[in-house]
């Protein structure tokens, strides 16, 4: 795979920073994103906005990562994979830019955080297995039902459909990070994901997609939601085990609504902020490495197998060139019998696909 040298040059500096800090970057920076993006609603709407960012990240993440055509006919169902990640990328931005214009960001973010701790949890066998999913039951009830003004339908709606569309995403992004090696599938799906989301950002944004502020907080969001998150976050995986990324990313939830109040001015009672710590705290127990005590709980992705599951497990793992993305993508503590954990399965786009570096193989 060929890397530009402004990717090898970001490693180089990103190098030189605590790992813990590249993670807090990556979070603070999708949250922001989210929390400026609504500034150009009134020119172009959040369609407007979701189509030019998706663009504009599309175009960076090609130029650094250079996917080849190549690669993609030599990997089985690559295509088919990018296509359908992409797709469910589209569905999910629509709906969470949507949503925001509708209810508070943190809410948004902590509701949309449900879907990747839904599969964590989906392949519990245990009673104890239960407490994040009660605290996660707790944390919705008290963000839809609580506080001193009642939640529009319509915006928990579409976060609930933002969290149904990252969760198809992740488990689908899996298989792409087996057969891929670097950020190409990524790029490709992000790519794919602009194309799709042409027509409805174009009919609601119209010439509002041309004026200078629209392109400018498009290319802003692009950049910190997007491009920086996934690069400094593929640099802290290489230096920390995923199970302390997942508490790290945990906070995300309360980042959305810090920025949300910083940003956007948006006050939530004190039932709304129990309810976004009650969902963290939920992903936090989740990623508590006593779980994997009691054997993994496997995933199966769509149209996967197990098999690849329990050869991870176990050290075959995937060829060389792809071992180092698979340990990110589904299995990072494969070899120890870990199950996956909401947080290492979230992230942004940016988690699955990993690129074939030395320091990615340090043991979790």
Avoid at 21 to 27: E, F, K, N, S, Y
Avoid at 99 to 105: D, G, K, M, R, T
Avoid at 293 to 315: F, I
Wanted: aromatic share 4%; charged share 10%; proline share 6%.
């Amino acid at each position: 795979m060929q890397q530009s040298s402004a990717a090898q040059g970001f490693s180089a500096v990103a190098g030189r920073v605590p790992a813990p800090c590249l993670v807090l970057a990556g979070v603070s920076g999708i949250q922001f994103g989210a929390a400026l993006a609504p500034s150009a609603y009134p020119q172009a709407g959040a369609a407007g906005v979701v189509f030019l960012r998706l663009l504009i990240a599309g175009v960076i993440l090609c130029l650094l990562w250079r996917p080849r055509r190549q690669a993609l006919k030599s990997a089985k169902g690559a295509w088919k994979t990018v296509l359908a990640a992409g797709a469910l990328l589209a569905g999910h931005h629509i709906a969470f830019f949507e949503a925001v214009s509708h209810i508070p960001l943190g809410i948004v973010a902590t509701i949309e955080f449900l879907g990747p701790l839904a599969i964590a949890l989906a392949g519990s066998r245990r009673a104890l297995d239960l407490l994040p999913a009660c605290l996660a039951a707790g944390g919705v009830l008290l963000l839809s039902g609580g506080g001193s003004t009642s939640l529009p339908p319509v915006g928990l709606a579409l976060a609930a459909a933002a969290a149904c569309c990252w969760a198809g995403y992740i488990l689908v992004s899996a298989r792409i990070a087996t057969r891929l090696n670097g950020g190409q599938g990524l790029a490709l799906a992000i790519t794919w994901a602009a194309l799709l989301s042409a027509p409805y950002g174009i009919a609601h944004a119209g010439t509002g997609l041309l004026d200078p502020h629209v392109l400018g907080v498009a290319a802003v969001v692009a950049l910190v939601s997007s491009v920086l998150p996934y690069s400094l976050n593929l640099e802290a995986l290489r230096r920390i085990p995923p199970r302390v990324f997942g508490v790290l990313t945990s906070l995300e939830p309360a980042a959305g609504a810090l920025f949300g109040l910083l940003v956007l001015g948006q006050h939530l009672d004190r039932s709304q902020w129990l309810g976004i710590a009650a969902v963290a705290c939920a992903s936090i127990a989740a990623t508590y490495p006593g779980r994997g005590k009691h054997g993994a709980a496997r995933v199966r992705t769509a149209g996967g197998s197990l098999r690849e599951e329990e050869s991870a497990r176990h050290g075959a793992g995937p060829p060389c060139g792809q071992r180092s993305s698979a340990r990110v993508a589904g299995r990072p503590g494969a070899g120890h019998g870990n199950p996956r954990t909401a947080a290492e399965v979230r992230g942004e786009e940016h988690l699955v696909q990993a690129p074939s570096h030395p320091s990615t193989t340090h043991s979790s």
